[in-house]
T-cell receptor, first 114, second 109 residues
Framework: NAGVTQTPKFRILKIGQSMTLQCAQD?????MYWYRQDPGMGLKLIYY???????DKGEVPNGYNVSRSTTEDFPLRLELAAPSQTSVYFC?????????????FGPGTRLTVT | DAKTTQPPSMDCAEGRAANLPCNHS???????VYWYRQIHSQGPQYIIH???NNETNEMASLIITEDRKSSTLILPHATLRDTAVYYC??????????FGTGTKLQVIP
């Protein structure tokens, strides 16, 4: 199993540009998550999904959009990039609700908006 | 999610046991205690979790007090590769988790 994969690993955007961060998992997990981590800080939940076609907001959803058309993929869309979105973005997945097993994280995407 | 409190940083000598404390005084009955660690620039890595009994796996031991208001993660023989930020998280079945700033463990040669 590849686990959770994320692309790209690094990206530099200009203010106002758009991009999609890709996330895929091959563990057949129902739950998927997007987090951002600013320097020296913990992770903050942006969006999460409990299954294909179902998404919900986390702590910091403004400026982002998500979709979940398949169990495997959970892309994160930035529509109008702003310097405040400079961060490291982690995607994660986990087993279904009620299962206490942990989340599996991808390697992260380091995004800089200038 | 219940709030957790951890010391911001700790040092440990290589080869000695590292004991990382966590307070979670508002934990509810159906919430588990999870520990993750994040080695520089990598995604967080699951270590161990428990409900009320002590747990041990190949990476660490988790000691939960009888009243469940605090816990301790024990790395029995710390190595330089254990230098990382350690997060204590309490969460229930809906799976949303809140990562605080964790404890930065520095293992010293």
């Amino acid at each position: 199993n590849a686990g959770v994969t994320q692309t790209p690993k690094f990206r530099i955007l200009k203010i106002g540009q758009s991009m999609t961060l890709q996330c895929a998992q091959d563990m057949n997990h129902n739950y998927m998550y997007w987090y951002r981590q600013d320097p020296g800080m913990g992770l903050k939940l942006i969006y999460y999904s409990v299954g294909a076609g179902i998404t919900d907001k986390g702590e910091v959803p403004n400026g982002y959009n998500v979709s979940r058309s398949t169990t495997e993929d959970f892309p994160l869309r930035l529509e109008l990039a702003a310097p405040s979105q400079t961060s490291v973005y982690f995607c994660a997945s986990s087993y279904s609700m009620g299962d206490p097993r942990a989340q599996y994280f991808g390697p992260g995407t380091r995004l800089t908006v200038t | 999610d219940a709030k957790t409190t951890q010391p911001p940083s700790m040092d440990c000598a290589e080869g000695r046991a590292a004991n990382l404390p966590c307070n979670h005084s508002t934990i509810s009955g159906n919430e588990y205690v999870y520990w993750y660690r994040q080695i520089h620039s990598q995604g967080p890595q699951y270590i161990i979790h428990g409900l009320k009994n002590n747990e041990t796996n190949e990476m660490a031991s988790l000691i939960i007090t009888e009243d469940r208001k605090s816990s301790t993660l024990i790395l029995p023989h710390a190595t330089l590769r254990d230098t990382a930020v350690y997060y204590c998280i309490v969460t229930g079945g809906y799976q949303k988790v809140t990562f605080g700033t964790g404890t930065k463990l520095q293992v010293i040669p």
